[in-house]
């Protein structure tokens, strides 16, 4: 009935369902009815569970583990490519390779032929069935007339060959141990020439770019000389943060590594002489050494340059002015006019030489000013002294003759000066009044044009307190000219007075009223465009002053910034409260944090070269420099990377070693607690300390030994990554040499020997290739032709060697 038929289905059904099968929309009444959609499905729900599902290969199951063992199985033969189970199978060759690998005396394969899939495909079912007891579930026309054979029915065939060869699994787990073993071997060869290239190259470019930076000859102009400091910025911006990027990763690969050699029971890797990581640690020290040294000489030297463009042009303006002065005084002093004069035209010689003289000792401090300004442009090596020497030695040479011609003309004046007793007062006074006026014009046009050269707000404020008191004296300084006009009045008034007609100029003196009223038009002019320039000045500095507040504002900003976040890195790689993959993802937030904080260094380094190209060189608002912050932010880089390795590192050593999170926390703990000093190391008594607690029984050789595993070059402290792998050797297993001697011997029929036959067949074609090329030819008195010699191969993996 009916009803029966369904009780027995279902019967059925809960039996499948009982042993974890999802039976989704399949019903015992579609089944009873005929459906054959639904039928279907459930025959290939029953043969996905009992055939295929338990199907395991390298940590994969189901569909791509099967699929793995055949490409495993089919790898050494030549036209197949399994790469699904559908057009991969069309051929034929793919199902005779099974065959073949496990049953080679079934199939002669060099006799097949890939234009020939159905017979190829009908060999295979036809031995399959007679041999391996596999019923021939498919047909060869259909599958080669096919486009693309059915998957589920390709699977289903293969299975059964999976489960017929089963019995080679323990020789296929013995060529799995032999791959993983010459795999790691062969990684650590490729890490350990990898990382011989970069140290090579960091070392070469630090080779080539310590002697441009250590050259110091300085250039002759301003120009050159910021060129050079731009050349410098280059190198720091484009040239040098690659190479720090460099020098990081080299650090990451060396400590990979040495981390993987201790994890499969390698020797440590020690680098080609010189490439050691504390030798290229030195080299970049010396290379930032260097550096730091080159850019305070440039800086030095553009002061040194700025220094003597400015007293070079003060130099030329004050000697313009003296040779404008002196420009005839020889020939006046040298004249005897004396001779021929009149009484009065000798008193008024007399008074006129001793204006001279007056005027003659208020030169005298500009030709001592010359002479300094000279001294100290060749003390600072000014490019031009030469010229510079022969100007102020001429007017130095002149003024020695002025003083020697001056002296004789009084000498001559005063011998005939007793013939003289009358002399016009007014004239005499009014070269005496004039001659200090003309000077303190002179002076203070001199100074009104003086070039100058400030720093701060406070210096140019200095200038213009200054520039304010000579302001404050012009008034007292009109009063003085007026009197001196009045003077040359009186003078007028008298002859107008007495009908005395005035012949010539004044005898003392050679200037006029006239000169007197240029030059003090010319003061008034000078003092309006004296006040713009400092006002100008003042404008520059107030700018400056902003770009030292910017940069400070943010350098007090980021520097602390910095230092939290070296901290808070320190407080994360300590914490054992939460799972090395928690401190992983930390520690991966804490970099994208600093990755994204780049942009606001990059903008501090745009205001710091605004800075150097205003010229400004303190800054009395920050303690932080921009090297201080490239040094920071370079430490923070290396620090974060740094840790992130060493989290890696425990990683790799937990998943290798087989360590439980709880343990390794453990670890942590008796660590931190004996980490007296809280810097990351321990002193070997709190070492010992730490073991005993542990239960060690330790005596001084025993304690010895381990201190020679844990601090092999003697730096007198433990790290916590030397901890964990002494903890991690003394508690886990690894693979060793005599178990992969056993998959070896498992491999050769239990011969103390291999053939290249038998490594080729067993092992993927890369390995095979590796062990053929680094066996040694085995020399027993059983050895066959081409016999090789595993034992002492599996013994070099794990000693000292040449692989």
Known sequence: MRFHKIANVNKALDYISSKGVKLVSIGAEEIVDGNVKMTLGMIWTIILRFAIQDISVEETSAKEGLLLWCQRKTAPYRNVNVQNFHISW????ALCALIHRHRPDLIDYSKLRKDDPIGNLNTAFEVAEKYLDIPKMLDAEDIVNTPKPDEKAIMTYVSCFYHAFAGAEQAETAANRICKVLAVNQENERLMEEY???ASELLEWIRRTIPWLENRVAEQT?????QKLEDFRDYRRVHKPPRVQEKCQLEINFNTLQTKLRL????AFMPSEGKMVSDIANAWKGLEQVEKGYEEWLLTEIRRLERLDHLAEKFKQKCSLHESWTTGKEHLLSQKDYETASLMEIRALMRKHEAFESDLAAHQDRVEQIAAIAQELNELDYHDAASVNTRCQGICD??????TLTQKRRDALERVEKLWETIDQLYLEFAKRAAPFNNWMDGAMEDLQDMFIVHSIEEIQSLITAHDQFKATLPEADKERIAVMGIQNEITKIAQTYGIKLVGVNPYTVLSPQDITNKWEAVKQLVPLRDQMLQEEVARQQANERLRRSFAAQANIIGPWIQTKMEEIGHVSVDITGSLEEQMNNLKQYEQNIINYKSNIDKLEGDHQLIQEALIFDNKHTNYTMEHIRVGWEQLLTTIARTINEVENQILTRDAKGISQEQLNEFRASFNHFDRKRNGMMDPDDFRACLISMGYDLGEVEFARIMTLVDPNNTGVVTFQAFIDFMTRETAETDTAE????SFKILASDKPYITVEELRRELPPEQA????????????????????DYISFSSALYGESDL
């Open 769 to 788: 290739e590796y062990c053929i090329s680094r066996m040694t030819k085995y020399t027993g008195f059983d050895a066959s032709p081409g016999a090789l």
């Open 398 to 403: 002149q003024w020695d003759n002025l003083g």
């Open 196 to 198: 011989e290239k970069l």
């Open 222 to 226: 301003m120009r050159a000389m910021q």
């Open 264 to 267: 499969s029971n390698r020797p």
């Open 90 to 93: 069309k051929d034929g060759l």
């Open 739 to 742: 178990q992969v001697m056993a």
